[in-house]
């Protein structure tokens, strides 16, 4: 094991079902090993996400921006290569409306993958084009008092790639008004704001 690498991992993925061919000290011939990333979906859902959370071939300590499938418009997702129009619906139809990522399965792109959407080589393809996170983040903040007005409303852009997080963009957005209902922005539901 103190041989150099001759093969350069791209991604993840490409631990998935490869073998590599060995020869131990003192033994006549070489010996073939199989990865123990078995490439049957089974397999894969149980041991990716953990692979994909405690593994990496990035250098960088960011990647530049992707695709989030889990919150992207189904125009987007249609424009990403090698996505067929069938697993654009699919994709739209089994994820969270919301894009939450509570489900360990879908914390990653992988998730097209282990449940069966795509084939190990289409998501091999994908990998670099696609995401289901990041660390910038796009809010409306808004500011009332109980009664309504007056408003002060703004959209930020927060890039939390780095410590503390920067902010990228700052827009007053007070002459669209309050534009949510006190309802929806807890008033009256003993909520402190």
Known sequence: MT???????????????KKVQVKYVGARNPSILNSPFSSEVPAMAEYLPRLMDEVTVASKPTIPGRININLAPRQVLAGIPGLSSEVVDQIVRTRDPQGATTQSQRQYETWLLTEGLV?????????????????????????????GYP?????????????PPRLLLWRSATHLGRGYSLDLLGVGQGQGL
């Open 3 to 17: 041989q150099p690498a001759k093969v350069k991992l791209n991604q993840v993925l490409d631990l998935i079902g």
């Open 119 to 147: 084939t190990l080589d289409e998501m091999r393809k994908l990998m670099p084009l696609v995401c289901t996170g990041g660390d910038v983040y796009r809010a409306q903040v808004v500011g009332f008092f109980e009664s």
């Open 151 to 163: 408003v002060s409303r703004a959209e930020v852009v927060l890039d939390a790639t780095q410590q």
